[in-house]
């Protein structure tokens, strides 16, 4: 457990063991750490389906279903493509949720657009697709620790919310 904060990725075996719901993670700049703490949870395979780090543009295409055409359009530095990853991730391996993080790590790769410590992170669960914008500081490793801190936790706010919206199905 991290000092001083929730341990997301076990809370979020509880809500998706709670739905008998399961996810799969669409992992870029974070290169598998998202995926890594998530399995770190004793059981997780009730829950957890499986990952695909895609940090090419041709992974990207190949395995989550995006066409190069629509990478080169929005950039793989975007919320659009985090979304698209999320959905395709979902879709892959047939779970009910997406989890996708795409962004710059540094210290290169940024643009005036894009600048070094953002990243994107999506959400989809097949009727609706989100995306999370956030800008990190510190070095390489320290903006892919943030970003799977960061896509954790939006997950499981996310899956909470879904949960108690009234008329959820829980089943």
């Known amino acids: 457990m991290r000092k001083g904060s929730i341990q997301w990725e076990k809370a ?29 949870v004793s059981g997780s395979s009730d829950y957890f389906e499986g990952a695909i780090i895609s940090y090419s543009l041709k992974a990207k295409a190949r395995h989550l279903g995006l066409s190069l055409t629509y990478l080169e359009r929005y950039g793989a530095l975007s919320g659009s493509v985090a979304k698209k990853m999320a959905e395709g991730v979902r879709k892959a391996f047939g779970t009910t949720y997406g989890l996708s993080t795409t962004g710059v790590a540094g210290p290169t790769g940024g643009t005036k657009r894009v600048a070094v410590g953002t990243v994107f992170v999506g959400f989809s669960d097949g009727k ?3 995306t999370l914008r956030e800008q990190f500081r ?13 896509a954790l ?17 829980r089943t």
């Open 12 to 40: 979020i075996g509880d809500l998706l063991r709670e739905q008998r719901a399961t996810l799969a993670v669409a992992e870029s700049c974070t290169g598998g750490l998202v995926s890594d703490r998530i399995t770190d």
């Open 128 to 130: 609706k697709s989100l």
């Open 138 to 150: 510190g070095g390489r490793r320290a903006v892919k620790e943030q970003a799977s801190e960061r």
């Open 153 to 169: 936790r939006w997950l499981y706010e996310t899956l909470s919310r879904s949960l108690s919206k009234p008329g959820t199905d």
